[in-house]
């Protein structure tokens, strides 16, 4: 049987790539074709940023966050720049969470025509608006000084990879969710959040999916927590999974510590402080630079760490933090009672939150030991790379890494003795101590990740890995062989796709 659709030439003017879309799929349940699922990896695979996985199904396309790459400069801007699909066939983006690496690229995204709705919780949408909004100012000031050097040399201006107007525009397409609240997405494809435990209103997402009565569950974690969080919940679990991807960031090794309370963090903050040095630490605006204000918090309350003072210098950790407060639903249990019978976990009578340029470029001045915090974590924006460049020669301070730096950023290049380090273009005698700190992780190492896997019940019949570097990614594949030995587990090649 055959089936024939005409359609005229004024009829032709007004129907939507939307209800033409319908019609496809209208005529294949007729036909009784199924659309199949397919699934293309674009970012964040044998790498750890620019998370982007476009799930199509039921005629319907869903990308699965839209994170900025971040690397060698001229890779970044090609691969950032330019969306190895058609943005406007873009149907719904889906969020895990608000770190620059999986949200970053929205305001692109709408600058080239996606029109779609942004799923995500709550929390992340009030992050994200902050952080998007903070991204397109980076944008715009790199593209200042790039511009500015091309000038010298009669080479065109750049343009910034986006506006503060491309990303406030961006953010009207949110529609937010609690979790455990499911809503449909598209045909036959029902939408859940599940927490976990990364950073605030960080998720995993839940896709059930109904292909002509054949009834699957998609399971995308995110990056996931450690549990035992000293601010937020544990991960929690999935049932039913049938086809997951999972990230690898640490999936071949296991971190050194549980707790950020550790002998080992005092010591080293203390002997620095005490021998008259600073502490420079460079972290993540969300997520981290608030676990690190608790424990700074409770080390001086319990008189384990002297009263020096101590400076969060970013605008955005600032504006993130008061975002937190905003939020206790994400709380665990113990920091939800500081909160209520205490006192504000994120605020103490030493501790000075900077947003005024002015202000910080005062702490270049600054006599004596202190704490100075800022962003961004691997080094590669922000105003950490002037704290940076001011104290990295100095023997008596410390450079202490709290977080993951990804291949080829400045904070993995001080990370691996490099000697010296060009911060601006400039070349600087790396004297400072260098040192670094797992025990703050946001993220799940290989033994945790493993137990998160193993508390997944279903049929998992499809295994992508995600979100870590080639090694840490083929690795842990290994592991998961061992663990789920009837799954089918691969680590995807960057904008390879497979049909389920």
């Known amino acids: 049987m ?144 790039v511009s500015k050097k091309h000038k010298k040399k009669g080479l065109p201006p750049v343009e910034p990879l986006y506006t503060p107007e491309d990303a406030e525009r961006a953010v009207r397409q949110f529609v937010a969710l609690g979790y455990d609240r499911p809503i449909p997405v598209g045909n036959g494809i029902n939408l859940s959040f599940r927490d976990a435990g990364h950073i605030l209103g960080s998720a995993q997402v839940i896709l059930d999916i109904d292909e002509s009565g054949n009834k699957r569950r998609l399971l995308f974690s995110g990056d996931i927590g450690r549990g035992n969080h000293a601010i937020l919940r544990d991960p929690q679990p999935v049932e039913d999974v049938d086809v997951l991807l999972v990230e690898s960031t640490y999936g071949n090794r296991n971190h050194t510590a549980q707790s950020g309370l550790s002998d080992e963090i005092e010591s080293m903050l203390s002997g620095t402080l005490n021998g008259g040095g600073k502490v420079i630490i460079p972290a993540f605006s969300v997520g981290r630079t608030q676990l690190l204000v608790y424990t700074l918090h409770q080390l001086v309350d319990a008189g384990k760490l002297p009263d020096f003072p101590i400076y969060v210098d970013s605008p955005l950790s600032v504006n993130a933090t008061e975002v937190f407060r905003l939020h206790p639903e994400c709380f665990n249990r113990d920091i939800y009672n500081f909160l209520r019978e205490k006192d504000n976990p994120f605020g103490m009578d030493n501790l000075t939150y900077i947003r005024k340029a002015s202000e910080s470029i005062k702490l270049n001045d600054l006599d004596g030991p202190a704490i100075i915090i800022s962003s961004s974590g691997m080094c590669e924006a922000g105003r950490i790379r002037h704290h940076l460049k001011n104290n990295i020669s100095d023997p008596k301070d410390l450079i202490l890494f709290v977080g993951y730096c990804a291949y080829n950023t400045l904070g993995s290049v001080i990370r691996a003795g490099i000697d010296p380090v060009y911060i601006f273009g400039e070349p600087h005698e790396v004297k400072a101590k260098i040192a670094s700190f797992d025990g703050f992780s946001g993220h799940a190492d290989k033994n945790e990740l493993s137990k998160y896997v193993e508390s997944l019940t279903g049929n998992i019949e499809n295994i992508y890995v995600v979100h870590g570097e080639e090694d840490s990614s083929l690795a842990f594949a290994d592991t998961l062989r061992s663990i789920k030995p009837k799954a089918d587990v691969v680590v995807p090649e960057l904008n390879e796709s497979f049909e389920l």
């Open 2 to 145: 055959g089936y024939l659709v005409v359609i005229n030439d004024a009829s032709e003017q007004i129907i939507s790539p939307y209800f033409t879309k319908l019609l496809l799929i209208a005529l294949n349940c007729l036909l009784g074709q199924s659309m199949g699922m397919k699934i293309s990896f674009h970012g964040a695979v044998r790498t750890t940023t620019g998370s982007q996985h476009l799930l199509e199904v039921n005629g319907i396309r869903l990308l699965l966050d839209c994170g900025l790459f971040q690397g060698k400069r001229q890779e970044s801007i090609d691969r950032n720049q330019n969306f190895p699909f058609d943005p406007k066939s873009v149907d719904a983006v889906i969020l895990s969470h608000a770190h620059i690496d999986h949200i970053g690229n929205l305001p692109n995204l709408y600058k080239q025509g996606f029109e779609g709705n942004v799923y995500c919780t709550f929390a992340t949408r009030d992050l994200a608006a902050i952080m998007l909004e903070d991204s397109a100012e980076i944008q715009m000031s790199d593209a200042a000084y």
